[in-house]
Structures are given as structure tokens and as C-alpha cells.
């Protein structure tokens, strides 16, 4: 299968090779030993230093405050010197954090992270708030109700974000190849995002759509593609385009899918030796060899990059759309003493061939941009088909003006013929 994919694959790009070059650097053990006391006594010196501005914070600002804020507002500084991924929550947003992997939250339905000093939109999910009013992957929020984002914080951006069922909240956004800011009122709504959306696409063509690795998803998935399979379909598109990712377990457990049992799926590396691992597939392949395209997209984040980049390494599936995201880190969650909580990254996630995904995405095979208008029609779209019934949905999707899913759409029957002729 590798092979066919590999020979179809050159029928249609150019590739070019590029040789990594490694070098091994002896380390001089007693260099280590001199480095670690050095750092130790830098520790204490900086700790001395810490002691001292908190006592005078305590005993000399204008107001008194508690100790615990000003403890607090430390280990902030602290987080606030690392990446963009790491953060210090109060036992209240730890919460928050578990109801999010559960799947169900109330909001307006994004996906966001921090970039620079803005907040950012990975993705909005499909039938919510945000995406019914045409919130776009992408999309920098620049205000939250009058006030200015810039510098904002994860934990008061979600806090600002969210309310009770039925409230409203502005914000303003900045979104590419637009010159001014674009103003929505967004009703929040609880959140309770569909996950899989499926149906045959020209004969024997399955199409499925994953919107995120949360929950239930993979057996969601699995049940929906063994039923597209038992129906007649000898292929997939795989649709990953705007899907944040989720759980890890997740993500894996879609791979394995598709792969041999034993093969990598993807491998962390960090600097603690317990953050270094590799992850293979240790389940029997629901559908091990049927032909594959995975649509991505800059929206596809974290799960979606794991499952593109094994796949597309293994040879089990052609990309095609954009560039994703480029999240793919371990953040581990550490408590403290009072309950308050370390989302601290760890390490990073690399593909089965050593690509890394953080901060470089997983590229695809065949490249189909959109451009900002073209998303927000196709946003418009999409909305619509969340008033219809089932069998409604299906048919005005089928009709929907796509560009990627039809570039997938014409090299998997141009593939089906080139393999036809292959056998004769």
C-alpha cells in the first residue's frame, strides 16, 4: 500500500530531499559537575533575591495585600517568561480545564491560544456560537467588550469569554487580508460539539469529519467509518480541517485505525528522561489499507497533527489543504499544595520520521490555499446545514462549493484509474 501510494504520489509533485546532518558532542563529565554546583549556587542567590523583593512588597506597598496574591502574581511571572502553552491555574480554572477534555462547556465555541500579546482563534467548532456568526481559524481577538486584548492572559481571556447560557459578550478581531477590525455580538450558548459528521461523496467515496479528540470521538469515528466501509466504500477523505485536537489517547486511537499493530505512532522528547517516549499502535487496524486523503488546514492543531504526520509517514494517506497549526506539545499537569495546578510544557511531539510538529505544523503533499473570503463563504455555508434534517444536510452538502475537498475528491478517482491501469 506504501508502495502504491508512494508511486501515485510521484505522478503528481516533485520532492526534494533533505539531508540532516547530526553531530555527537563528547560531554566532559567533570564540566557537568562544576556547571551543576555553579547552577545550585545560582539558585540560592536568586531565591535570596526572590525573599527580599517579597518582603518589601509586603511590608512596604501603599495597600496591604495578601500573601497569597502576591505569591500568586509570582509564579505568574515565572510562567510568563516560558512559551506560550505553559500557565499557572487556580484550582477553579484546573476545573475548567477537566470539563473542556470532557467535551461539554458553555461559551461561545472556540478553540483559542496565545500569540504574542493577542489571543488567538485555533478554530471555532461546528454548530456554536462563534462559528454560526463566522468566527474564522486564524482571527486575532483585539478586544473583549470595549476593553483592549492586548497582553490579555489564557485564564482571563476564558474568564471574559465565557458566562451564563444566554449572555452576550463583543469582541473585536483582526483577521488576515482584512484592513479593519470586524466587530460580532455572540450570544453564549453551552457547548456540546458534535464530533463526527459522515457520508459517501461519488460512488465509493467515503467522507468523514472529525471535529476534535475529546470524549467519546474515536468510537464515534470507528462505528461511522465501519459503516461507510459496510456500505460500499472502497476509500476515505479524511476531513481534520479546523479540529483543535484533544486527547492524546485520542488521537492515537484514531491512528492505530489505519496502521499495523507495533508501528510508531508518534515519540515526545524532553528534557526530563521520563518525557521522552514513543507511542505505537497496539490495536488491530479497523481499516488497514484503505486508500486515504486527510484534509488539513492551519485550523487543525495538536490530535489532528498526530494523526496527519503518522499517517502521512507511514504512507497511509495523502495531504492536502494548508499547512496546520503547529501545536504539538506535552503540557503536564502538575498540582500543587493548595490545589492550584502547573500546565507546564514538557516536551514536543514528533512524527514518526523525526519531523517536529511544534511550532512548524506537518506540511502537506499537495498544497490547496483558501483564501479569507473563500473561508468565510464557506463558513456561511456550512452554517446553514445545522438547520436541516439528516438527509437535507447531506444533499446541500454534497452541492457546497469546497475547492480542497474537490482536489481530494478528483486524485482519489485519479488515483482509482491509475491503479486500474497499474493491474493491467
Do not use: C, W
Not at 525573599?51 to 511590608?59: G, Q
Amino acid at each position: 500500500m506504501k508502495k502504491n501510494i508512494t508511486i501515485f504520489l510521484a505522478a503528481l509533485i516533485v520532492s526534494s530531499a533533505v539531508m540532516i546532518t547530526v553531530s555527537v558532542i563528547p560531554v566532559n563529565l567533570q564540566s557537568r559537575q562544576n556547571a551543576e554546583n555553579a547552577s545550585q549556587e545560582d539558585i540560592h542567590e536568586y531565591m535570596r533575591l526572590f525573599s527580599d523583593a517579597f518582603t518589601i512588597i509586603r511590608d512596604n506597598y501603599v495597600e496591604e495585600m495578601p500573601v497569597k496574591d502576591i505569591i500568586y502574581g509570582a509564579i505568574d511571572g515565572m510562567i510568563g517568561v516560558l512559551d506560550d502553552y505553559s500557565q499557572f491555574m487556580e484550582p477553579k480554572t484546573a476545573d475548567r480545564v477537566r470539563e473542556d477534555s470532557e467535551g461539554e462547556f458553555g461559551g461561545l465555541g472556540i478553540r483559542i491560544t496565545k500569540e504574542g500579546e493577542y489571543i488567538k482563534v485555533i478554530t471555532p467548532m461546528p454548530e456554536t456560537p462563534a462559528y454560526r456568526k463566522g468566527i474564522l481559524p486564524g482571527d486575532l481577538i483585539v478586544e473583549i467588550d470595549g476593553e483592549s486584548a492586548r497582553g490579555i492572559s489564557m485564564e482571563d481571556a476564558v474568564n471574559q469569554l465565557r458566562g451564563p447560557e444566554g449572555t452576550e459578550v463583543t469582541i473585536s478581531i483582526k483577521r488576515e487580508e482584512e484592513e479593519d477590525y470586524i466587530k460580532y455580538t455572540i450570544v453564549r450558548d453551552t457547548i456540546v460539539p458534535r464530533k463526527v459528521f459522515g457520508r459517501i461523496i461519488s460512488q465509493d467515496i467515503a467522507y468523514i469529519r472529525l471535529t476534535d479528540f475529546s470524549g467519546n470521538a474515536p468510537e464515534v469515528f470507528k462505528k461511522t467509518i465501519q459503516d461507510k466501509i459496510s456500505g460500499g466504500a472502497a476509500s476515505l477523505i479524511l476531513d481534520l480541517r479546523n479540529n483543535p485536537g484533544g486527547l492524546l489517547k485520542a488521537a492515537i486511537e484514531v491512528s492505530e485505525m489505519f496502521l499495523s499493530r507495533g508501528d510508531l505512532v508518534v515519540y515526545t522528547q524532553g528534557r526530563a528522561p521520563n518525557q521522552s517516549r514513543e507511542f505505537h499502535s497496539t490495536s488491530r487496524p479497523v481499516a488497514p489499507e484503505i486508500p486515504m486523503i486527510i484534509l488539513i488546514n492551519k485550523g487543525s492543531a495538536s490530535g489532528s497533527e498526530i494523526v496527519a504526520g503518522s499517517l502521512q509517514d507511514h504512507g497511509r494517506a495523502i495531504l492536502v489543504g494548508e499547512t496546520t497549526f503547529g501545536k504539538a506539545s506535552v503540557q503536564s499537569i502538575i498540582t500543587l499544595e493548595d490545589s492550584s495546578s502547573l500546565r507546564l510544557t514538557t516536551a514536543e511531539y514528533f512524527t514518526p520520521g523525526g519531523n517536529p510538529i511544534h511550532g512548524e505544523g506537518v506540511t502537506p503533499d499537495i498544497e490547496v490555499k483558501l483564501t479569507a473570503e473563500e473561508k468565510r463563504l464557506m463558513a456561511e455555508e456550512r452554517h446553514e446545514l445545522y438547520t436541516l434534517s439528516e438527509e437535507e444536510r447531506v444533499e446541500r452538502e454534497a452541492e457546497m462549493r469546497d475547492p480542497q475537498l474537490a482536489r481530494a475528491v478528483d486524485i482519489m478517482r485519479a488515483r482509482a484509474i491509475f491503479m486500474r491501469g497499474s493491474k493491467d
